[in-house]
Nanobody
Framework: VQLVESGGGFVQAGGSLKLSCTASGFPFRELAIGWFRQAPGKEREDVSSILIRDGSTYYPYSMRGRVTISIERGKNTVSLQMNGLQSEDTAVYYC???????????????????RGQGTQVTVSS
């Protein structure tokens, strides 16, 4: 599975960003795709994930209401809309994918088998 991320950048506190992840090399419908992030000196943190087969989603409690994950069908792309960004959201955001997942909440995104190169998100306060 090859994953290509786009959409990172700089944003002021309170602003929004949309990240995209395009997958190839594996039947898109059989994947779970998600995002995790890692800030300097901090542990990796799940952001959200989605099961392509049925569209079921998972949001950690800390992300609920602030991010929305969705599928762009026909483009093999998963998007992550992030709103109300704060300085603590500054991190490298990674897209990750795995196959064979039955329930979207059964595996942390940080444990997925495949991941992209990451895209930097910087929120200025």
């Amino acid at each position: 599975v090859q994953l290509v991320e786009s959409g990172g950048g700089f944003v002021q506190a309170g602003g929004s960003l949309k990240l995209s992840c395009t997958a190839s090399g594996f039947p898109f419908r059989e994947l779970a795709i998600g995002w995790f992030r890692q800030a300097p000196g901090k542990e990796r943190e799940d952001v959200s994930s989605i099961l392509i087969r049925d569209g079921s989603t998972y949001y950690p409690y800390s992300m609920r209401g602030r991010v929305t994950i969705s599928i762009e069908r026909g483009k093999n792309t998963v998007s992550l809309q992030m709103n109300g960004l704060q300085s603590e959201d500054t991190a490298v955001y990674y897209c990750a994918a795995d196959a064979g997942i039955i329930h979207i909440s059964s595996l942390d995104v940080t444990e997925y088998d495949y991941r992209g190169q990451g895209t930097q998100v910087t929120v200025s306060s």
